[in-house]
């Protein structure tokens, strides 16, 4: 069994800080079966910020800094898969 990790990126604005952050957002499933896995976890290595999955296996990990980052998402049985993603900052 393996884990299939979709993800996107969206910007946002904070407008209270003047700042601007970004929004990782994807869908974990099952590589074979294409189920959606709610409960599984998606990280940011290197950093605090992670979250589990809801109904649907959809993940949202917001107010990520600009930058290039590693997420990898985890379930038992299913082991981990790891993907890069880059946060751009808008201009």
């Given at each position: 069994m393996s884990l299939k990790l979709s993800k996107s990126v969206s910007i946002?604005?904070?407008?209270?800080?003047?700042?601007f952050g970004g929004t990782i957002?994807?869908?974990v499933t099952d590589s074979r079966t294409g189920e959606p896995l709610?409960?599984?976890t998606v990280v940011?290595?290197?950093?605090?910020?992670?979250?589990?999955t809801g109904n649907g296996g959809v993940y949202v990990i917001e107010n990520v800094p600009p930058g290039n980052y590693i997420i990898t998402a985890s379930f038992i049985v299913?082991?981990?898969?790891?993907?890069s993603i880059s946060v751009k900052k808008q201009n």
């Amino acid at each position: 069994m393996s884990l299939k990790l979709s993800k996107s990126v969206s910007i946002l604005l904070l407008m209270s800080f003047n700042l601007f952050g970004g929004t990782i957002k994807g869908i974990v499933t099952d590589s074979r079966t294409g189920e959606p896995l709610s409960g599984a976890t998606v990280v940011i290595e290197g950093t605090n910020m992670g979250v589990s999955t809801g109904n649907g296996g959809v993940y949202v990990i917001e107010n990520v800094p600009p930058g290039n980052y590693i997420i990898t998402a985890s379930f038992i049985v299913y082991g981990n898969r790891r993907d890069s993603i880059s946060v751009k900052k808008q201009n």
